[in-house]
């Protein structure tokens, strides 16, 4: 009998899968990580073919170490990262080139003539979303532009666009469905946000044509079947499909208007729930769509910020000064204090709120007494203030303080990042006993897609195992953050 879920959570440095029981019990787990690609300064590639293969090796473990059969699976749930693009050939399933990840900025310059050009007013009252490289719209008009034959091709029907979820449902059915999910949809700059369709103007002013755009759906129903695999049987119904980011937010059950979670991974990603209607930002962040259930609409405001663990991979990689991401806390915790020096892990550009794609990181205060353990310090309390200035942007836009955050994500495992997040914050951080919260919504979405749970039972699943509480007194915690605003200010480029 099929009594289990599979969840394939697609993330930007590796492949997770996970198998949960009906009642949420994760019965077995296995990541698989693939190359990075970096073929010039501010452009970043993926292997679709990687990624392929980091899915089946991921299934086939996952499922070995919870001692499951394939064909115990009853529904299959897909979360990824949002905005990476691809296009491939609708007969072959072959990518035309190497996917454009989120986090490059090859077309900055296109979003800024856009911008110049007078357009970010409308595209941000049509999708809710900002001229910014971070989006798919301009990263899959440059393919069609860069590779040769690709636009005469699309326009004659022979390829398909998709974000990785589209690309992913595309191979488990051997090309039977091309589809996207509401939420994956909401990222493009191609999407009505009030419609949930493909809007005509957006398609026109982005130069994308209709024959390579997939079919928007729900982020809990009947989607596809899979097909011809060699790690699942044929017929497996895929019920559940969203963002990484809205995955986690329903993984989190913030169901109700005004819940808000931060998931620490590459990036860090806040969303907080405001219900049926979309809010119009006017702090910097993005308005998307929450997820989308039986018809209806529930929509969020968004900020990203573009690095987070990857400022603690930049510390192992780039500096050396710790082996693994896991050292950093221990070596942040031989200081009681970063003794006023600041990260500002602009790394990849300044996400929101600030939306500068010309800022570059930096590390100020550095003294002669500045030791590895200050730079650990203030990289871990980077990420707390660039996350914290994520929540006042949100505050501020939703007329409603944020006094309880709930976080998932690998990064959330660190303790001392987790009280400097409340500290700085000046709010309760709720961490579950699973940080896995991408995985376990899409899992949860497919269970509900297929008619075997209820949405009540992601909140029911939910179990904190920790909270933090601010600690840092006020005048402290103001200091703190009047250093983290004159170094931010050193790093943007704009005004």
């Known amino acids: 009998m099929a009594e289990h879920l599979l969840a394939i959570d697609q993330g930007t440095t590796g492949t997770t899968a996970l198998v949960l029981s009906l009642q949420g019990e994760t019965l077995g787990r296995h990541t698989l990580e693939f190359r990075q690609h970096f073929p010039q300064p501010g452009w970043v590639e993926h292997d679709v073919d990687d990624i392929w293969h980091s899915v089946g090796e991921a299934v086939t473990q996952a499922l070995k170490a919870s001692g499951v059969a394939a064909s115990s699976i009853a529904a299959i749930g897909i979360t990824n990262q949002r905005e990476t693009t691809v296009l491939w050939e609708r007969a072959t399933g072959r990518a035309i080139a190497p996917a454009i990840v989120w986090q490059c900025r090859r077309t900055a310059d296109t979003c800024a003539a856009l911008k110049a050009a007078g357009h970010e ?34 326009l004659a029907g022979e390829l398909a666009f998709g974000t990785i979820d589209s690309f992913l449902v595309h191979r488990l059915t051997r090309g039977h469905a091309h589809v996207t999910d509401v939420t994956n949809a909401s990222r493009t700059l191609l999407m009505n ?13 982005f130069r994308v044509p209709n024959e390579v755009l997939p079919r928007i759906v729900g982020n809990a129903e009947r989607i596809a079947v899979t097909r011809g695999l ?23 059950a913030c169901f109700d208007v005004g819940d808000a979670k931060c998931t620490y991974g590459t990036g860090a990603f806040a969303l907080m729930n405001t219900g049926a209607r979309p809010v119009t930002s006017k702090h910097g962040l993005i308005s998307t769509v929450a997820f989308r259930l039986g018809g209806e609409t529930t929509y969020a405001l968004e900020g990203s910020s573009f690095i987070a663990g990857a400022a603690v991979q930049w510390l192992r990689d780039g500096l050396g000064i710790i082996r693994s991401a896991h050292e950093v806390e221990a070596l942040a915790r031989k200081v009681t204090s970063s003794d006023s020096v600041v990260f500002v892990p602009a790394l990849a550009g300044l996400g929101a ?108 699943m939910l179990r904190i195992e920790r909270q933090f509480t ?26």
């Open 353 to 460: 709120p600030y939306w500068d794609q010309g800022a570059r990181g930096a590390i100020v205060g550095l003294t002669r007494g500045t030791t590895a353990a200050h730079v650990a310090r203030a990289t871990l309390e980077g990420i707390a203030c660039s996350v914290r200035d994520l929540l006042h942007a949100m505050e501020l836009d939703a007329g409603r303080r944020i006094s309880r955050l709930r976080v998932d994500g690998g990064a959330a495992a660190n303790n001392l990042l987790m009280q400097l997040q409340a500290d700085l914050a000046a709010c309760e951080i709720d961490r579950p006993n699973e940080l896995e919260s991408t995985g376990r919504g899409a899992a949860m979405l497919a269970g509900v897609g297929a008619g075997l749970c209820t949405v009540e039972t992601a909140r029911t």
């Open 121 to 154: 007013p409308r595209v941000r009252e049509t999708t809710g979303l900002l001229l910014d490289a971070y989006f798919s719209g301009t990263k899959v008009a440059w393919l069609l532009d860069n590779v040769p034959g690709a636009r005469a091709r699309a």
């Open 470 to 495: 601010p600690e840092l007194p006020d005048e402290a915690r103001l200091a703190h953050l009047a250093r983290w605003d004159e170094a931010v200010g050193r790093v943007k480029t704009r005004s």
């Open 230 to 252: 060699s790690f699942l049987p044929d017929g497996v119904p895929i019920t559940g499909m969203a963002g990484d980011q809205q995955a986690a937010l329903f993984g989190q």
């Open 193 to 205: 946000l009030a419609r949930a369709e493909w809007d005509p103007e957006m398609l026109a002013l």
